[in-house]
Nanobody
Framework: QVQLVESGGGLVQPGGSLRLSCAAS????????MGWYRQAPGKQRELVAA???????NYADSVKGRFTISRDNAKNTLYLQMNSLKPEDTAVYYC???????????????WGQGTQVTVSS
């Protein structure tokens, strides 16, 4: 069974930094695109950043220049380095991966359980 597990969330002051990690485990044949999403209270889930299987990143305008997405394919791990954090970055952050399990023939989207990021003084 494929699982995505996020870590690294927490409470940080405005202007601070956090690094999120998302480890994929299980019987995985390959991982295609991966991404970070977030959902603030009362709002819809939104894409924060995504990265292709080849490592090409894409960012929401609201985080460009502050966040950096990266991946370690050997470790099946996705990262999000978040700098210059603002109160409006407060949300639950979710990891997503388009994964081909070793026992299947099609790729499927998998989600992590989410990690809370709170930016407050």
């Amino acid at each position: 069974q494929v699982q995505l597990v996020e870590s690294g969330g927490g409470l940080v002051q405005p202007g601070g930094s956090l690094r999120l990690s998302c480890a994929a485990s299980g019987d995985i044949f390959s991982i295609n695109a991966m991404g970070w999403y977030r959902q603030a209270p009362g709002k819809q889930r939104e894409l924060v950043a995504a990265i292709t299987g080849g490592g090409r990143p894409n960012y929401a305008d609201s985080v460009k220049g502050r966040f950096t997405i990266s991946r370690d394919n050997a470790k099946n791990t996705l990262y999000l380095q978040m700098n210059s954090l603002k109160p409006e970055d407060t949300a639950v952050y979710y990891c997503n991966g388009i994964i081909l399990p070793a026992t299947m023939v099609d790729e499927y989207p998998y989600w992590g359980q989410g990690t809370q990021v709170t930016v407050s003084s």
